[in-house]
């Protein structure tokens, strides 16, 4: 592949590639592929840099129209399912999800106004466009209803990048968004958080678990790989075994999943 790169013009290699693996691979495993061949062209600075900087556009392009398909179907995806999952209920109803709170992956919004309805200044952010505005239109109409303003604010952003907000949060929430990271992206996702998340805030993470049976779904994550993940400058207070939430897939409606609480040293 990196061959084959080489004989193209940088500007067209990360389309070109994109495309090719595209045919091939789910949207994140295409990213982390497309990303790691840009970062390999060592032989050629240059060039590397421009693919690089074309590949980080391109990436949040891609990544944004294929997670955005999932929410332009008819049928809602499977974790798409028009309520909090438990889990975070649960948090909520302890008074956790409090102060400056940002939904990292907010999908439609669901945890972002959960928190909001128990007194958080919630933010959720998300890199489908069509996420975000069905999340807007939920914050809406629950102005409407209560004829108070909107309770939360969405935007559109890619958690690969959080510094771009410019803000910064008491207490973060990741509701199936760290499982769906290769391995390159993993710690960049990581040291993001830590970038916007102040001293002493927790991160409150739920992703898929290496208990759930099976190969269909997002990768398996271990409770080792989350330790792993925030060994430096973070504390992982407790890991739990806790269960998703979908809508009907495989015959299930309920995944197992890890519920982390992580403090930011
Ligand atoms: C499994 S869904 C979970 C959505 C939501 N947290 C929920 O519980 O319904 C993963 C979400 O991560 C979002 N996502 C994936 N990569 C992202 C990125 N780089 N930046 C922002 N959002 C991203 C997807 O658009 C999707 O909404």
Known sequence: MVGHFHDLACDDAFQHTARLLAQFSYAYRVTHDVYTVALNLDALPQ?????????????MEFMSDSWDDSYTRPDPAPWDIG?????FARLAEAGLLRGRLLDSGCGTGEHTLLAADHGADATG????????????????????ESGGPAPARFEVADVLDLPGLLDTFDTVIDSGVFHVFSDV????????????????????????????????????????????????????????????????????TQVQAWLAAIRRD
Do not use: M
């Open 125 to 144: 952010v998300d890199i489908s466009p069509s996420a975000i505005a069905t999340a807007r239109a939920k914050a809406a109409a629950r102005a409407e």
């Open 47 to 59: 060039c590397r840099r421009q693919v690089s900087n074309s590949a980080e556009h391109g990436r």
């Open 83 to 87: 309520r909090p999952q438990p889990a």
């Open 185 to 252: 992206d993993r710690p960049r996702y990581v040291a993001s958080l830590a970038s916007v998340l102040r001293p002493g805030g927790t991160c409150y993470l739920a992703c898929f678990s290496d208990r759930q049976p099976g190969t269909w779904g997002p990768r398996r994550v271990t409770r080792q790989e989350l330790r792993a993940a925030f060994a430096v400058g973070w504390t992982v207070e407790s890991i739990a075994a806790e269960a998703f939430h979908v809508n009907p897939v495989q015959g299930t």
